[in-house]
């Protein structure tokens, strides 16, 4: 069974920095499309950044310029770097991804999301 587990959530200062990391587990043939959504109380869940499996890389227009998303495929993990954060960041951030786990199925999973809060 796959799955994605997040980490690195937490509170973080305006203007300060984050890492957030998300691990796939599994049987894994490979991973297609990675990508990073938030998901603020009362809002609809957002996409953030996403990277295909050759590194490019999209952002939403909120956050371009001060995240940054990245991936390791030998290690099956991804990684959203938040520089300068803002209090309007502050969200459920969930790790998503397509992964084909043999045969010729590709499947979306999604992490279980981890809390990140931007206050002073």
């Known amino acids: 069974q796959v799955q994605l587990v997040e980490s690195g959530g937490g509170l973080v200062h305006p203007g300060g920095s984050l890492r957030l990391s998300c691990a796939a587990s599994?049987?894994?043939?490979?991973?297609?499309?990675m990508s990073w959504y938030r998901q603020a109380p009362g809002k609809q869940r957002e996409l953030v950044a996403g990277?295909?499996?050759?590194?490019?890389?999209n952002y939403a227009n909120s956050v371009a310029g001060r995240f940054t998303i990245s991936r390791d495929n030998a290690k099956n993990t991804v990684s959203l770097q938040m520089n300068s954060p803002k209090p309007e960041d502050t969200a459920v951030y969930y790790c998503n991804a397509d992964i084909n786990g043999g045969g010729w199925s590709v499947r979306n999973y999604w992490g279980q999301g981890t809390q990140v809060t931007v206050s002073s």
């Open positions: 599994g049987t894994i043939f490979s991973i297609n499309r």
């Open positions: 990277i295909s499996s050759i590194g490019t890389t």
